[in-house]
């Protein structure tokens, strides 16, 4: 009864977010807080749903954003005598034993609450101290239940849903939950990035204080600084919003193509600037990763458009192996400059990354492309940090604040320079075959006389070496299995997010 009865409440927050329902009330006054009281009642799946709206006042509307945005970091918090319980839980020592102060919740989101405090060190340090709210786990478990019911319901009516297979997409949903409901693997997450930018000027990661950290609780540097959410208050602290903008977007850039590692959650109440004038951001549960290949699939295709070369990001989706080979190359450059020419001559304003995401979604659709899910979780990231860049100046122009990120990326990556570097590796690893090579011919001297001895035989512990390399190597294609279902997975979060 419990999954029937959530299962319904997840029907009514569709009937919600989606359809005439949505359109009718989008003009009315109360409905923004109507829509947000309700996912607040939800629970914490459908709170995450609601962050995501906020940043999009161009898909919602400007008074259902705002209406949304307390859902960020603004939600009722609970008791401190609960968060001090839990401190007392997680490490077997009372508060006072780790904090000489530690005071009152100020930012309450879907998972955990934020609490100022200081350690007990000498001298003591200013921390920020994450709790996991209580019956946290147990409220995601209801919602993974609906979603699970309605999943088998769809898949018995739906053949679409059959295609989709919603069932393992809820079970992969459950599998990341589990991951984002452990405060030390997002300890280990900002503990990552915080090394990969630390030399960085203008960005800025809190560091990690392990020793008052568990799984329930996560403690870290505390940041000052002005929410990118209040362009009034960073104009009069001096910052140029429209500069803010264009720091927020290249950052996520330059993580994702540098690195491979970003930060998959900038909402605007996760980023701050602080008196320094750096980006600083705060929450790592959701954490993106692309590959080598990935990040030159990206750059070359972010390049491409922006030189308008539809031809050489149609080649770069066949040499991935995205688009199969029976698709004429240049059938699907046609459907890329479809796409890639309404952007230009337009004012920013009038583009809209989101609709461009949707409709390149369509296009690769009809092209047989699979979804990637590296790809996947940076496109739906993509389209938070645009909303978080046109709330801090109405005519930003994403791909004038992309160009710079992406073309460097390409020339230091994918130009001559590169080439040569290629080279070099190449050259290096001939040079150690050549010194190999005279054990390598003795090694074939010996097996060929083992050959003509009457065969070659394996020592029992040989043998099995081998089959557990063959077992190695197979393990890639199950990874396959499970990596597709979580692109998957996304893919119908973003559909439900901007259907």
Known sequence: MRSLASALRLLHAACLLTGPALAFHRHRADAGTRLSRALERLGPAYIKLGQMLATRPDIVGVEMARSLEHLQDRLPPFSESQARAEIARAFGKPVEALFSSFGAPLAAASIAQVHPAWTSDNPPVHVAVKILRPHVREDFARDLEALALFARVSEHLSAEARRLRLA??????????ALELDLRMEAAAASELYERTRGEEQFRVPHIDWSRTAQTVLTSEWIEGISVRDAGALAAAGRDPKAVAVLVMRSFLTQALRDGFFHADMHPGNLFI????????????????????????????????LQRNYRKVAELHYEFSFVPAHHPVETFAQALRAIGEPIFGRSARDVS??????QLFETTRRFDMQAQPQLVLLQKTMVVVEGVCRGLDPDFDIWEAARPVAEKWVAANMGPEAALTRAGETFGALGKLAQDLPQ???????????????????????????????????RPWRAAVVILAFAVAVILLLLARHG
């Open 168 to 177: 393992a997409v809820v079970q992969t949903l459950r599998e990341s939950v």
């Open 353 to 358: 990354i989101a609709r461009l995401l949707a």
């Open 440 to 474: 390598l011919v003795k090694n074939a001297e010996e097996l060929s006389q083992m050959v003509a001895e009457g065969g070659v035989r394996l020592h029992p512990d040989t043998a099995r070496a081998i089959a557990a390399e063959q077992e190695r190597q197979s």
């Open 274 to 305: 602080d008196h320094h004038g750096r980006l600083a951001a705060v929450d790592f549960g959701i954490m993106g990763r692309l590959d080598t290949g990935m990040r030159r699939f990206m750059a070359g295709t972010l390049a491409g458009f």
